[in-house]
């Protein structure tokens, strides 16, 4: 296929898996503690995106409401069979457990999912063989303990919800750690078990075997992995978990999670994990990868929310172990936030959000704060964030900028006029060469105007809020939050772009 942008879709949006179906393409990414769960994109090229919808818009489908962070939606599996779409994921530390969710329209609704008794581990598969029998095929982790299992499979009925089978272990690998994210193909005499090992850091990676049953047994790839970015300077990163797919013009790509990691020693990834694709050869019926190749969209992205229409209906709008519907209203044009002194720390904040995309970003938001505090905050998770926060207090607004690094907190204050007050959350590059600068993540400013003025609240380093130092596996997530009384936003806007000056990791650029 023509190489198109890449990445593909790009922020928080890790684990992703692919379907074709009646000549259009439906993709679906991990969501761990956030709500809706499992967004579901649409493309009828594979280049260009939409966010039709998500597979768990109700809070009984998922049952995340008290999940540890980092937990929760962990890998779906999409895939389509005479009439019928079906999600299959692993829901950690929610009585869902294993779960498979269907529906006739991928934008939804979906049903409330059936629960797969026997299938104990993450990253489920599923496929069927030619006489219909359906497999389950996942990484054997026990979270009661007794290690890593390596991949296993077992024959399900996935109306009963319930295995057919103990489970038996297929093939896991080159030896590599946490052999996961298993995909199983029939293709011609060939049954293909595609694998990520190596984790999902660095040394992330994408393994292959086949066999002539989708039981096997499976013999590896002679030169597996067929592809990694572990020890190279390639400017995506951590490139695995992987689902194979035909392109519209009659050849193969992988779809696959990868990271843009900034800096120029040592390099860190504010957007987290994010969905890539490349190509893929086929060389005496092996499929051979090519290396994934950075490609990012031209020009400036920009979304503007005047919460005029009931804004909050697009599926990009997220919320922490609960539904934006249930933390946010709008009333007269404006999306309405009530404290209840919840912070930003805490695991249910009254906060909504959306994924950070772009490397050069700004979010802006238009505040009401005379009847409460809230702003404007960029979230890992509740130990890692960094934000505005507002309040108005007689004739000024007091805004103070918050940063916070798992137990570690700052705050610098500003003072503006009463009245409106807008806050901004502006992200660039860091610099090249070897400038202090340069050593670190992107740079941050947070942004407070009101009454003609604009301040500078501070300026940070971004390494702190990325991938390689944030414990949970998601990405930034930007979007106001109210901590006491009411917070009216009057307007949500974000623009966002990328640069061609982008560093290679451990590339340097003398100034």
């Known amino acids: 296929m023509s190489r198109g942008p890449n990445p593909l879709v790009p922020g928080f949006n890790p684990d992703p898996s692919i379907v074709l179906a009646d000549d259009a393409y439906y993709l679906v ?13 649409r493309s009828t090229d594979l280049a260009e995106w939409t966010q039709i919808g998500n597979v768990a818009t109700r809070p009984e489908q998922l049952l995340i409401g008290d999940v540890p962070t980092g937990l929760g939606v962990w890998a779906p599996t999409i895939r389509y069979r005479e009439g019928t779409f079906y999600v299959i994921v692993t829901v950690p530390m929610s009585p869902k ?31 069927w063989d030619d006489e219909g029998a359906a497999y389950v095929t996942f990484s054997g982790i026990n979270f009661d303990g007794g290690g890593h299992l390596g991949v296993q499979q077992v024959r399900a009925d996935l109306t009963a919800g319930k295995a057919l089978e103990e489970p038996r272990s297929l093939w896991s690998g080159t030896g590599l750690k946490f052999p996961e994210a298993p995909h199983l193909y029939h293709r011609g005499d060939w049954w293909y078990l595609l694998i990520a ?131 946010a209203t709008t009333d007269g044009g404006r999306l309405v936030l009530t404290g209840d002194g919840r912070t930003m720390a805490d695991r249910h904040p009254r906060f909504v959000g959306r994924r ?47 940063a916070r690094v798992s137990g570690l907190a700052q705050d610098w204050t500003a003072t503006l006029p009463a009245g409106e007050v807008e806050l901004r959350i502006e992200t660039r590059l860091p610099a090249g060469g070897f400038s202090p600068e340069a050593m670190g993540g992107d740079r941050i400013r947070l942004v407070a105007a009101a009454g003609g003025e604009d301040v500078e609240v501070t300026e940070l380093d971004g390494r702190f809020w990325s991938a390689e130092v944030c414990a949970s596996f998601t990405g930034r997530v930007v979007g106001p939050y109210a901590v006491d009384g009411t917070v009216a936003v009057a307007g949500y806007r974000y623009t966002g772009s990328e640069s061609s000056e982008q560093h290679r990791p451990g590339e340097v650029t003398p100034h």
């Open 197 to 327: 090992e190596g984790g999902t850091e660095r040394g992330h990676s994408v393994s292959v075997a086949r066999g002539r049953s989708p039981e096997g047994p499976f013999e590896g790839h002679p030169a597996n992995p067929v592809l990694s970015a572990r020890s190279t300077p390639r400017p995506i990163q951590n490139t695995g978990h992987a689902d194979l797919v035909d392109t519209p013009d009659g050849g193969s790509a992988l779809v696959l999670l990868g990271m843009r990691p900034l800096g120029a020693t040592v390099a860190f990834s504010p957007l987290g994990r994010e969905t890539f694709v490349t190509d893929v050869a086929w060389v005496d019926d092996w499929p051979q990868p090519e290396p994934v190749e950075l490609a990012p969209r031209a020009g400036t992205s920009t979304e503007e929310f005047d919460f005029a229409a009931g804004d909050l209906s697009d599926p990009g709008w997220l919320a922490v172990r609960t539904l934006p519907t249930e933390v």
């Open 356 to 402: 950070q995309r772009h490397h050069i970003s700004t979010v802006a938001v238009r505040l009401d704060v005379t009847a409460g505090t809230g702003g404007l905050a960029s979230r890992y998770d509740e130990h890692s964030w960094y934000g505005l926060e507002a309040h108005t207090d007689g004739g000024s607004t007091t805004v103070t900028a918050r």
């Open 97 to 127: 457990g294993c779960v498979v969710y269907t529906a006739t329209d991928p934008a939804g609704p979906w049903d409330d999912g059936t629960t797969i008794e026997g299938v104990s581990g993450i990253d489920p598969d599923l496929t």
């Open 29 to 41: 990414t991990s969501t761990f503690e956030y709500l809706p769960g499992i967004p579901v994109y």
